[in-house]
């Protein structure tokens, strides 16, 4: 059974920084991609970041480029959200997520099939 167990959010003030873990497991997860999206109170749930488990490539929200930093641990099957530059706007429930099979339109939250519960990140003004 998939297992992702999000950790690190909280509250910080406009300009502050965050950092979000993912921890997954249950299964070998190959160079498939590993996502994060969040949903803000009455918003969809949109795509913030994502990586595959091989290889080098990031992949961003415009809103969030420059700001936010996805990263992986493969020997501990973590994956990381470094979220520095913190605005109010990025308030949020962020959720880790994994695909199954590999596919490369990563923004697409359709391409997931596992996710975490999900983790509150508040940002006041």
């Known amino acids: 059974q998939v297992q992702l167990v999000e950790s690190g959010g909280g509250l910080v003030q406009a300009g502050g920084s965050l950092r979000l873990s993912c921890a997954a497991s249950?299964?070998?997860?190959?160079?498939?991609?590993m996502g994060w999206f969040r949903q803000a109170p009455g918003k969809e749930r949109e795509f913030v970041a994502a990586?595959?488990?091989?290889?080098?490539?990031?992949y961003y929200a415009d809103s969030v480029k420059g700001r936010f930093t996805i990263s992986r641990d493969n020997a501990k099957t973590t994956v990381y959200l470094q979220m520095n530059g913190l605005k109010p706007e990025d308030t949020a429930v962020y959720y880790c997520?994994?695909?199954?099979?590999?596919?490369?339109?990563?923004?697409?939250?359709?391409?997931?099939?596992?996710w975490g519960q999900g983790t509150q990140v508040t940002v006041s003004s």
């Open positions: 997520a994994a695909q199954r099979v590999r596919d490369l339109l990563v923004q697409a939250s359709f391409n997931y099939d596992y």
């Open positions: 249950g299964r070998t997860f190959g160079n498939t991609a």
């Open positions: 990586i595959f488990w091989g290889g080098d490539s990031t």
